[in-house]
């Protein structure tokens, strides 16, 4: 008696499992982003299913919407791994896998607006109003359970501006970043516009991003940057170039 009861609890469980409603990505995201991105109007199940992701604002009162795809679950059990596929328009934008010792972006190649992840974020220069698109791209980075993280991925910010200077285009611009354990490193560089921006940074064990570079350009715009990123970009004696520093 007491096997026959198990095998139909294991047949519960399973089915359970394998009809595991789409929201439940919603609190996988959530918990593992600290409540800033979530995935809204899902249907489907955890394994095969689509969603609107969205970044929600440091407040908690307003959506940003980034991305609407679908995804699709892919199965190992000889390794003991899960992945999820997620698609936009028939192209595969992220690839994430879990398995016993972590979790792994094994693909990301997505586009999305800069302002609808950046709002999400407690920093006041991360709220500043940032325009434009952000294509992250990786081959490949590896986290345990302890988030200790290996790995490397190309940031481009094309068509750049911030709010506070509306008809200004600022330029393109790289982020090659690279994670090293529990902190990280990256470096900035100008791929074309008449803002050139450039320096190197990174963010330490508890998350804290710091950043040593400099801006150059029209003395109009750069000039007003130490009044308009007050405590962020400092006059350096060159009307048309300014530091910028925070950690």
Known sequence: MWK??????ALAIALATLVAPASLMDSLLANA?????????TSGTLWHGKGLFVSL???????????????????DPSAAR??????????IVLRLALEPRGI????????????????SLPSPIARAGWRGMLRIASEGIDCDWNQDCHGT???????????????????DYEVLARAEGHD??????????????????GWSSDGRPYFHGEVSGPEAIVGRLPN????????????????????
């Open 4 to 9: 026959r009861i198990l095998l139909v609890a």
């Open 33 to 41: 982003t600290e409540g800033r991105l979530r995935v809204m109007h």
């Open 57 to 75: 604002a440091a407040d908690g009162r307003s959506a940003q919407p980034w991305l609407s795809g679908n995804w699709q679950s892919e199965f």
């Open 82 to 91: 899960v992945a999820w596929r997620l698609e936009e328009a028939g192209q």
């Open 104 to 119: 792994s972006i094994t693909r990301a190649a997505l586009d999305t607006p800069l302002r609808a992840l950046l709002d």
């Open 153 to 171: 991925a190309q940031l481009t910010w094309l068509d750049a501006g911030v709010d506070l200077l509306p008809q200004q285009r600022f330029g």
């Open 184 to 201: 990280g490193r990256f470096e900035v560089r100008t791929l074309g516009g008449e803002i050139r921006i450039g320096g190197k940074g």
């Open 228 to 247: 308009v990123m007050d405590g962020y970009a400092f006059a350096t004696g060159d009307s048309g170039r300014v530091s910028i520093e925070f950690d």
